[in-house]
């Protein structure tokens, strides 16, 4: 007799960022896995397109449009899955945004974007989500944070530091629920080949994509870029049964990044 591990049958994930990428990928893992899926973005056409293309290869998935950077839209987006679905067991915090720079070269307009998406992001929708998961005494917090809140990043200022706030968050919020019945842990990626990645280097080396592609690819010692299915299958493990034991740990995905 087989046993069927790492399902997420029963279960209502609420996603953040999952219009595209990382998000994406892990949104079509968990309804593949068994999970009902909420997609939450800001990118109403993309976030319609992701779920209409899960849901026709048999993924029980919706979208619903919100802003992590605005308390309301995420309580009000939140208050509806509920009303919905009645829980929410696996909540993933995945909306993020990039920036390529050093302290000198980063505004102070950038920096206070960076922060506004990638901490106060994870604060708003954690705070919006967590009461209902103490009140059933248990539920997964997933946060993606990076190796840049690992390990320091040439010209990731502004975004290493967004990213260790995460992996604090992270660690915070796996402590003071503990005993709850509440596990969080984060996952930090290396360079994962996503879409932010194709138009970073459309817009900054035209011409050159493919020269600068290889040179990003190869700072990660196995010799490539990482693939968003890849992380979507370790927000998998975290999410299911099989990692009960895990809470309050960051878990790289580094192609070798962290070896030296």
Known sequence: MTHA???????TAFITGAASGIGQAIAGV???????VWIADINEPGGNETAQKIRA????VYFIHCDVTQP????????????????????????????????????????????????AGVFNVSKAVLPSMLERRQ???????????LIAVKDRFAYSASKGAVLMMT???????VDRGIRCNCICPARIHTPFVDEYL?????GREQEIFQTLSAYQPIGRM??????????????????????????????GSLMG
Do not use: W
């Not at 591990?5 to 279960?11: D, G, P």
């Not at 290869?57 to 029980?60: H, I, K, S, T």
């Not at 660690?171 to 629920?177: E, F, N, R």
């Open 226 to 255: 990482g693939k968003p299915e890849e992380v979507a299958y370790l927000a998998l493990y975290l999410a299911s049964d099989e990692a009960a034991f895990q809470t309050g740990d960051a878990f790289p995905v580094s192609g």
């Open 72 to 119: 309301e839209t995420i309580r009000a987006a939140v208050t509806h899955v509920l009303k919905e679905s009645e829980c929410i067991d696996v909540l993933v915090n995945n909306a993020g945004v990039g920036l390529v720079g050093d302290l000198v070269n980063t505004s102070a307009e950038d920096f206070e974007r960076i922060m506004r998406v990638n901490i």
């Open 139 to 149: 539920g997964v917090i997933i946060n993606m944070a990076s190796i840049a809140s």
């Open 171 to 177: 660690k915070s919020i796996a402590l003071d629920y």
């Open 5 to 11: 591990y790492f399902n997420l049958n029963n279960k």
């Open 202 to 206: 459309r817009k900054n080396y035209p």
């Open 30 to 36: 968990y309804a593949q896995a068994g999970s009902k």
């Open 57 to 60: 290869e048999g993924g029980d």
